[in-house]
């Protein structure tokens, strides 16, 4: 059965990518979000089996979204993308209790890697 993936990011463009390279294998986009306050409501709406998640964002950023998901459902899967390859910002997103890390540009091969990785 396909997994069911919330795509979180601010940036259309890159939840266009996102989203071809997983429906073009397999995974079901169930939602977009643009903002970390977005991506909560849709995560406690859709309950997706990941969520990809920005860590830069306008109105809430990617480790606050992560902190509230976790907080909301403890057993969630997350995986923090993120342009600037941020030592500090890697470090706390898997504190907060992200699975994986994306740095973009994203390539296809990573992306797959990392999403085959936490839910199979």
Known sequence: MAKNILICDDAAFMRMMIKDILTKNGYN????AENGLK??????ELHPDLVLMDITMPE???????????????GAQVIMCSAMGQQAMVIE???AGAKDFIVKPFQADRVLEAVKKVVG
């Open 29 to 32: 986009v169930v939602g977009e």
């Open 39 to 44: 991506g909560i409501e849709k995560y406690n």
């Open 93 to 95: 997103s898997i504190q």
């Open 60 to 74: 809430m950023d990617g480790i606050a979204a992560l902190k509230g998901i976790k907080q909301a459902d403890p």
